[in-house]
């Protein structure tokens, strides 16, 4: 029976592609590179920011990573104030119908966890959410199970407990890898096609739906 849900959160709980998307092209023609259209930036949502970087430019310096990740951060941080993230629908009570229900809910994220820490808390869902992993509180983040295995040891609970939700690939890998049932879902950054093939357990279109599926 399923009693610890690991949630991820860009394109899982927060709509943040429009953000991704734009601060990513600024940060490129900022740094001088070619801007790669918007599908191959959004393929890199779900890895931590130096990979997504080192994917897209392949052959790229660490130093010249580094000076990425910066100028990204940087201009993240300013588009947001104008260009505010927002839930996707029906999350925010769905989370609430779960945690009543005795769920124990975290996230597990390739976003930094100041970061993580400050959406959850602007959005209105920290309450809901007993634990945060980001990509820097790991050593080996997704697709790595390292993250899920974290969370399962800290919170005391084992792969059969556990159900892995997510929008990516890496998502449905790093929930597999660590024994674990996985949920896709298909609103977010990656094909319908792709999540199948990464070999989910479940697929749903909209959040609530989550709360249809037999997690015994």
């Known amino acids: 029976m399923i009693r610890l849900i690991i949630l991820d959160f860009d394109g ?3 709509d943040t592609r429009a953000n991704i998307v ?21 393929a890199t949502i779900g890895v931590p920011l130096e990979k997504g970087f080192e994917q897209m430019l392949p052959g790229i310096s660490p130093e010249d990573v580094a000076l990425c990740a ?19 629908p029906h999350v925010k009570e769905t989370l609430a119908t779960l945690k009543d229900a005795g769920y124990v809910l975290t996230v597990a ?7 993580l820490k400050e959406f959850l808390s602007e959005m209105g869902i920290e309450p809901f959410i007993s634990y945060v992993l980001g990509a820097d509180s790991v050593t080996h983040a997704k697709p790595h199970p ?13 792969a059969e ?18 024994g674990a049932r996985t949920c896709a ?18 697929i749903i279109d909209d959040f609530s739906e989550l709360l249809d599926i037999d997690l015994k």
């Open 146 to 158: 390292e993250p899920v295995l974290i969370t399962m040891a800290d919170m005391g609970f084992t």
């Open 70 to 88: 910066k100028t990204y951060r940087e201009i993240f941080k300013a588009n947001r104030k104008v260009l505010v993230p927002e839930l996707f």
């Open 12 to 14: 899982t709980l927060g």
């Open 22 to 42: 734009l601060t990513m092209r600024m940060t490129l023609e900022r740094r001088g590179y070619a801007i790669p259209d918007e599908a191959t930036i959004a």
């Open 185 to 202: 879902v298909t609103y977010g950054n990656a094909s319908r096609e792709e999540l199948i093939a990464a070999g989910t357990d479940y």
């Open 109 to 115: 994220s390739s976003r930094s966890f100041k970061s």
């Open 161 to 178: 407990e556990t159900l892995v939700v997510g929008d990516m690939p890496v998502d449905i890998q790093m929930g597999k890898g660590a």
